[in-house]
């Protein structure tokens, strides 16, 4: 897949471009027979949610599960992202976030090079997020939400939110927030299960939590160009990977 003209200047602009149905509904099946499986396994790669044993996020399935794998090599994410950076990739972080019926909690507002580069220093915002929605999203199951524009910002003062949910996160404070918002308003993009989000690493983001009877699994690929590699290692390797190889496809 190439980008558009159009579609290059539309990220630019928004920080996110949305491809629904970009994944056949047997593409997804090979994915989400697995996940039962991922999850039933004792291993620090499971975070699970606070005060339940729901599983909140798998990391780096693609290390220890086949079709995982083999996504994480695909030419319909790795491609696109490679013509935006002009270079190659590896993969910073690989993981599947479950959110899942009635026990799937928030994310707070945030933005992701926020946590790569105070954590992990990541030298710039040269890494791309990928969200491909193993079930379909809706307005019930707690959507990803994005401020539009608000990646133009570059990095935001941030706080690191120890105890609101299972997993650390350099969050953005509410009034911040109400000004981000009063300036580019908040989109949630929906849709079938197999659609993909491409979205800019300092695009401020969230979801609320899953109220709703539907799971909402999507896997998140973090693409990082080859030369921008983190130079700190403090997180475990499962979480900001340690591998710079040059994905091939
Ligand atoms: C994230 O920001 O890393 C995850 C957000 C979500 O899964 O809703
Ligand atoms: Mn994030």
Same mark, same amino acid.
């Given at each position: 897949m190439v980008l558009t003209q159009a579609q290059l200047e539309q990220f630019d602009r928004d920080g996110y471009l949305f491809f629904p149905n970009h994944f056949s509904a047997e593409e997804i099946k090979k994915l989400t027979d697995e996940v039962p499986h991922l999850y039933a396994q004792q291993r620090p790669e499971n975070v699970r949610e606070k005060?339940?044993?729901?599983? =909140?996020? !798998?990391?780096?399935?693609? $290390?220890?599960?086949?079709?995982?794998? =083999?996504?994480? =090599?695909?030419? =319909? $994410?790795?491609?696109?992202?490679?013509?935006?950076?002009?270079?190659?990739?590896?993969?910073?972080q690989f993981k599947i976030n479950v959110k899942q019926a009635f026990d799937g909690d928030v994310w707070q507002w945030h933005q992701d090079y926020g946590t790569w580069l105070n954590d992990d220093?990541?030298?710039?915002?040269?890494? $791309?997020?990928?969200?491909?929605?193993? &079930?379909?999203? !809706?307005?019930? !199951?707690?959507?990803?939400?994005?401020?539009?524009?608000?990646?133009?910002?570059?990095?935001? &003062?941030?706080?690191? &939110?120890l105890t609101t949910t299972s997993y650390p996160l350099w969050t953005i404070d509410n009034d911040s927030i109400t000004k981000l918002v009063g300036r580019g308003g908040i989109v949630a993009p929906k849709g079938p299960a197999g659609s993909m989000i491409m979205f800019?690493?300092?695009?401020?983001?969230?979801s609320s939590s899953n109220l709703s009877p539907w799971n909402r699994v999507s896997v998140y690929l973090s693409l990082c160009a080859v030369s921008n590699h983190i130079r700190r290692f403090k997180r475990a390797g499962y979480i900001a990977h340690r591998d710079f190889a040059p994905i091939t496809c």
């Open positions: 005060g339940t044993n729901a599983v =909140r996020t !798998n990391f780096a399935a693609h $290390m220890y599960s086949e079709p995982y794998a =083999r996504l994480a =090599r695909h030419p =319909r $994410m790795i491609k696109p992202v490679e013509q935006v950076f002009g270079e190659s990739l590896y993969m910073h220093e990541m030298p710039e915002p040269r890494a $791309m997020n990928i969200a491909i929605f193993l &079930d379909e999203v !809706n307005e019930f !199951n707690g959507p990803l939400m994005f401020i539009p524009g608000s990646h133009k910002l570059g990095v935001l &003062d941030a706080g690191h &939110d800019h690493s300092c695009l401020v983001h969230a």
